[in-house]
T-cell receptor
Framework: DAMVIQNPRYQVTQFGKPVTLSCSQT?????MYWYQQKSSQAPKLLFH???????NEADTPDNFQSRRPNTSFCFLDIRSPGLGDAAMYLC????????????FGQGTRLTVV | GESVGLHLPTLSVQEGDNSIINCAYS??????FIWYKQESGKGPQFIID?????DKRQGQRVTVLLNKTVKHLSLQIAATQPGDSAVYFC??????????FGTGTSLTVIP
């Protein structure tokens, strides 16, 4: 029973060519997150949405943007991918407040050529 | 973001032994902590959590200990099995909605 679904699982894009990664959820959670995870590193939070309120991390490059058209879907847009943007991108969701964990998708592995 | 770090990047244990994975956090205002397990090519999977008003919580074969005095968190896995081989991350939730992850420990179980 997939609850946080990321598509595609693997994405190859050309250097400088805009790319969009997708995430959907069936949990009806208020909060959706995007993390970047490079090899042998911890997931790094890029930004999150609380409902329609966008919250960017201070060190997230402008090259990364996000859209959340409705509760179920959230997109990560990389405007001009560089070789250093090759990574696993993880989407997660959680309920607002309280002590409740974040639920993760299986990730999209992005390769930049 | 807050700093959440681990002492040991790799850990190898014999099958059947107990494993202990440690984590230090820096934000004394964090009130909720989670341990995640991540297998190769997959997303993090929830293992166990603990609130800041607790010092110990037990699950099936896993125990999390929280020492707020020294801002230290540990995960104990009893009778470690080959299927436990993975990378383990601690994460803290701050007063907002953000989850920040520690460095991670790669656990290898030797049959």
């Amino acid at each position: 029973d997939a609850m946080v679904i990321q598509n595609p699982r693997y994405q190859v894009t050309q250097f400088g060519k805009p790319v969009t990664l997708s995430c959907s959820q069936t949990l009806n959670h208020n909060v959706m997150y995007w993390y970047q995870q490079k090899s042998s590193q911890a997931p790094k939070l890029l930004f999150h949405y609380y409902d329609k309120d966008f919250n960017n991390e201070a060190d997230t490059p402008d090259n990364f943007q996000s859209r959340r058209p409705n509760t179920s879907f959230c997109f990560l847009d990389i405007r001009s991918p560089g070789l250093g943007d090759a990574a696993m991108y993880l989407c997660a969701t959680s309920r607002v407040g309280g002590n409740t964990e974040a639920f993760f998708g299986q990730g999209t592995r992005l390769t930049v050529v | 973001g807050e700093s959440v770090g681990l002492h040991l990047p790799t850990l190898s244990v014999q099958e059947g032994d107990n494993s202990i994975i440690n984590c230090a956090y820096s934000n004394s205002a964090s009130d909720y902590f989670i341990w995640y397990k991540q297998e190769s090519g997959k997303g993090p999977q929830f293992i166990i959590d603990i609130r800041s008003n607790m010092d110990k919580r037990q699950g099936q074969r896993v125990t999390v200990l929280l020492n707020k005095t020294v801002k230290h968190l540990s995960l104990q896995i009893a009778a470690t099995q080959p299927g436990d081989s993975a990378v383990y991350f601690c994460a803290e939730k701050d007063t907002g909605n953000q989850f920040y992850f520690g460095t991670g420990t790669s656990l290898t179980v030797i049959p």
